[in-house]
Every structure is written in C-alpha cells, then in structure tokens.
T-cell receptor, first 118, second 114 residues
C-alpha cells in the first residue's frame, strides 16, 4: 500500500498520560501535515513540515503538543499530560509540495488516529 | 484568512434521487477548492478539485461540482445517489499562492435511504 499510514488507529488513555502517534507519508512527499477533527467538525490545521523543518504551527497547538519529522520521512505527534478535550481524530496528510503550483497543493490523507481520553 | 460554510449539516435523500450539497467560501485571495468524502472511522478521500479552467468539475463516483466565483460557491451534485454514498462530505479551500493550509467546512452528512 503506497498511501499515508497512521499508527495506532485507536488510542484510549487516562487523563494526564502522554501519548505519541506516528504518520508515514507517501514516499517522496516533501510536505506533511497534522490536523485535528473533533466530533461534528471539519478537520482543523495543527502544523506542517517541509522535509524536516516545521514551518507553521496553529494556535491550536498548545505547549503540551509537539511534532517532529526528524529525517524528513515519518512524523510523530506527542501530546503530554492529556486532557479530555484532546479527545479527537488526529489526521495526517502529505503532499509533493516542493514548489509552487496547483498540483503540489493536493494533500493525501491517512486513516487517522482516534484518541479517547478518559 | 479563509472560511468555508456548508449550509446543511445533514441531507437525507432517497436512493436514486438527485442531491446537491452546498458550499460557500470567503477569501481575500484566490483559492483552489476541494470536496472530500469521509466514511465512518476513515480518513478523507478526495472527490474532486477546482484549480482553474472549466468551472464544472467532474470527480469520482459520479459526483460533480460547479465553481461560481461571483457567488463564491462550490456546490456538489450527483444526479442519482446510492446507499453507498452515505458519508460525511467536506468542502475545503486553500490559497493558490503556495501557503499550504487547507480550511475545511464543518461537513454535511449525506444519508441515503432505500
């Protein structure tokens, strides 16, 4: 399968625990994005990477959230001291994105990681 | 900044009937427009996109959408729906300048019944 993959697909944790999600983008895609989707809402942008550089972070990304893409391939999203309000679907997407132009803005989404904080 | 409004949170329809899901957007810059579909507990799948050229765009699964710049709309249509079209549909925009953040609407749940 050459699509975007995310692990785990589901995570249940207790409030106050730390969790880490992984995203593997489509091979050779330079841009990688994280979105959060809460119930009844559309996805909301969290952050994105161009290769290993984190270029943009939303105000939604509190200091308890950290994302990395150490080698410009896979990415991890860590949430420290989880709160019940963190319960959501976390979506990862990737795009070719090496330069401007219409085709490079198309983002391909993974299946998501559903987080439940008890 | 951009914003997307999907006017209907839920659209019930009978199988083989036509359907239109409405989307309006607001932006101070030119944008590209997208429709995504999300099946339960799955990620988003691109249905179709408008980048430039003809304002009538055809996508997968028999869906099409028409870009209307004067009305800032990008409504999604299908002439005859199937049970399998039951899903959540999201309209999204992105500036065509190179800044890469998609802005989504809140979604429209399409419920197709026999």
């Amino acid at each position: 399968d050459t699509g975007v993959s995310q692990n785990p697909r589901h995570k249940i944790t207790k409030r106050g625990q730390n969790v880490t999600f992984r995203c593997d983008p489509i091979s050779e895609h330079n841009r990688l994005y994280w979105y959060r989707q809460t119930l009844g809402q559309g996805p909301e942008f969290l952050t994105y990477f161009q290769n290993e550089a984190q270029l943009e972070k939303s105000r939604l990304l509190s200091d308890r959230f950290s994302a990395e893409r150490p080698k410009g391939s896979f990415s991890t999203l860590e949430i420290q001291r989880t709160e019940q309000g963190d319960s959501a679907m976390y979506l990862c997407a990737s795009s070719p994105g090496t330069s401007g132009g219409a085709a490079y803005n198309e983002q391909f989404f993974g299946p998501g990681t559903r987080l439940t904080v008890l | 900044a951009q914003s997307v409004t999907q006017l209907d949170s839920q659209v019930p329809v009978f199988e083989e009937a036509p359907v239109e899901l409405r989307c309006n957007y607001s932006s101070s810059v030119s944008v590209y427009l997208f429709w995504y579909v999300q099946y339960p507990n799955q990620g988003l799948q691109l249905l179709l996109k408008y980048l430039s050229g003809s304002t009538l765009v055809k996508g997968i699964n028999g869906f099409e959408a028409e870009f209307n710049k004067s009305q800032t709309s990008f409504h999604l249509r299908k002439p005859s729906v199937h049970i399998s079209d039951t899903a959540e549909y999201f309209c999204a925009v992105i500036p065509n300048s190179g800044y890469s953040t998609l802005t989504f609407g809140k979604g429209t749940m399409l419920l197709v019944s026999p």
